[in-house]
Each structure stands twice: as C-alpha cells, then as structure tokens.
C-alpha cells in the first residue's frame, strides 16, 4: 500500500513543552520582565526583585516566563555574569515549599539528600550554595496559587523576606510567581500580601486576530507547504476563542486536526479533521439535545451538516444551507420554512452550542454573517440526524 506523506513537517513544533524563539502578541510583557530584571545584568549582588505573572489558563504565562528566562541567562553568559533561571509548577510538588526548594538545590547539587531537612534548612542551604558559586538565581514558581493554598502566609512571608535573614550579604534570589489571577493572594495575611503585590504583569486573552497569528506561526514551522489552509486555522482560532481564548487548546487542536488528516491519508488538514480533533476533546452534541429539537430545526441541521461535508469547507453562508435545506425538505415530504424562521433556528442551535456564527470581514464574500459547525463531525452529525428522523417518520 502506497502511503501519502504526512502533513507534518516537524510537529514536535506543537508539544506542549515547545518553547518558541519568539511569543507573538507577548512582546511588550517580554519588555517588561526584562526591564524588571534588568538590574541582574549590571549589579546583580546589590538588589532583588518580584514579580507576578497573572492570566487565565492559555494566555502564554508559563511560555513568557520560560522564554523571558532563556532570553536573559543568554544576556548574562555574554556579560560573564553568573545567572540562574529555575522554573518550577508548584502543583507538581503538591504546593510543598520543602519539596520545591530541594528541587531548586538539586540543579545546583544534583546529589544533595532528599530527607532530613527542614524548608528552612533547605533554603539557608540553597543561599549559601549560591554564595558558594557567587550566582544569582531567578526562581520561577508556576501555579502559585498551589503554594499559597497548601503551606500559607508563613511560607510566602519566608519567601519573600529572604534578605532579612541575611543582612548585609548579597542579595541571591528573585522571584517570579506565576497564576491565574490575584484572588489566591486574598488567603494571605498582611505582611505576606504586602511583600507581593507591587510588580504585577497581567495577559489578557488571546483574541481571535491573535489566535490566528499564534497558530499560523507554528503551521509554518510544523507542517509541510499548503496542507493547512486558511479556514482551518481560522475554524481552530474561533474554536479557542470559544474556550475562552486559550492558545494551548488551539495549537493541540492544531495537532490533533493533523493527526486525523494523516489517518485518513488526506494530504491536507481538512476543516473535518479540526471538527473531528475538537469531539475528541469536547464531548460531542448530546443525542438528547438533537431529541429536543423540533422536525424543522432537525431538518435545517441535516442541510447544514450535508453542506459542511459536501463542500469541506469551515464557513458557509445561510443562502447556502437554504437551498439544501429545501432539498432536505422535499426528500421528506415537507414544506420549507421562510427565510425569517431559519434565522431563528441558528439562534436556537448557536444556544445550543451546535451551530456558531462569525461575521466575515471584508473580503471576496464581502461582510456577511458565516456559519460554522463547531464541535461535531458534519458527518457523524448528519448519521445522527438521519437516524432521529427515519425513526420519527416510522
């Protein structure tokens, strides 16, 4: 058997651990992380700093940190300065400040002992090892809102009064804390909330513009020429924007979209394979929900599904479900609804979740309202379909 090549030309370029040279549509907060730690470049001994990184889940905090971090310990190697940047995900080591500083000790001493120590200990050992190699040390804590949920004030008060415990000597560790927003920090006394709050750099969401960037980014560096067009990057951008702009569900749709169009030996990721990848991760319409709808509201969502899997495109107009639809109806011994009514029945099935509208910019369709197929296969919906409605014609 002949196989097609694969649509991917490298697509560990959408792993969820790939780190981009560059963060579009995060520029100005890179700036910012470097202008806040600018200091480590030039006086590293003399000073600390804190910073939060806030955002919600997919807005690139974990991705700005670890590329801000890269980016400045290369500064630092060219500039002969001694520099550490250690990122670490709270929740891995269950929100334990113990376990998360003998992680930041082991990358200095690989063989330092598991047990036997206090946070305490641990942290006075983890300074003196970085007097030791005369270094300074970026400590990235990621899911911060673990920490603060497990160990409280007095771990964060222990965090952030380092210097306090060592006065007059130079300054070792800064501080990122990366999560979701600032409600966590409400559980905080007052001297530890006071240490936190002062620098803080808010993502906010991706907008769909955005999405498409960030994704076509990293067609260009995963997949082969001309296998993913336009309108599915499109369709998985409007698809992340749904879930709340998440950028991360975006690329692994991107992925998964990929996957199917290899399986299927198609040569191309089809606005199919993004629906296909989506029901994968989404739970797809419920048999219930297609239960409740009424004959012509079924009627008019089998036309819709018999476009989307006819014409393999991700957007199509309601002239062009209208005339299916009519066909749909003389297949079925009924008279077509008006015009007037097949915009109310989008609105029903946009409630639903079934059917969503985008309305175009201008282009070769002009400004139109578009219609999309969201979460669902246009062909196991119109299987679906088909079968509810030869059972309520029995």
Known sequence: MKFRQSVFKDEAKLDINYLPSRLPHREKEHRLLMEFFSFLLQFPEKMAQRVIVTGDIGTGK????????????????????????????????????????????????????????????????????????????????????????????????????????????????????????????????????????????????????????????????????????????????????????????????????????DAEELGTVTPECVRKAVSSIIPSVQKGELASLGLHEKLFLLAAAEVFRESQEAYVTLVEIEKTYGVVCEEFDEEPNSHTQLWKYIQLLSALGILKTEVSGAGVRGRSTLIYLPAVPAEELEKELRLSLEKGRR
């Open 62 to 261: 974990t991705a700005l940190c670890q590329r801000f971090g890269a980016d400045i310990t290369l500064e630092a190697n060219k500039r002969k300065v001694n520099l550490r940047y250690v990122h670490v995900n709270c929740r891995e080591y269950r929100g334990k400040l113990f376990l998360i500083l003998q992680h930041a000790v082991t990358i200095l001493k690989p063989n330092f002992p598991q047990r036997g120590y206090s946070a305490e200990e641990v942290l006075k050992i983890l300074l003196q090892n970085l007097d030791e190699e005369n270094t300074h040390m970026i400590l990235a804590l990621d899911e911060f809102d673990s920490l603060i949920e497990t160990e409280g004030s007095d771990a964060v008060y222990n965090l952030t009064r380092l210097q306090e415990m060592r006065p007059g000597k130079p300054q070792r560790i800064s501080l990122i804390f990366v999560m979701r927003d600032l409600e966590a920090t409400k559980r905080l006394d007052d001297s530890a909330k006071s240490t936190l709050q002062r620098n803080v750099i808010r993502l906010e969401k991706y907008s769909k513009d955005q999405l498409m960037n960030i994704l076509n980014d990293r067609v260009s560096m995963a997949f082969e020429p001309s296998t993913v067009p336009e309108d599915v990057v499109s369709l998985t951008a409007d698809l992340a924007r749904d879930e709340s702009g998440n950028a991360r569900f975006a690329i692994e749709l991107l992925w998964r979209a990929g996957k199917y169009a």
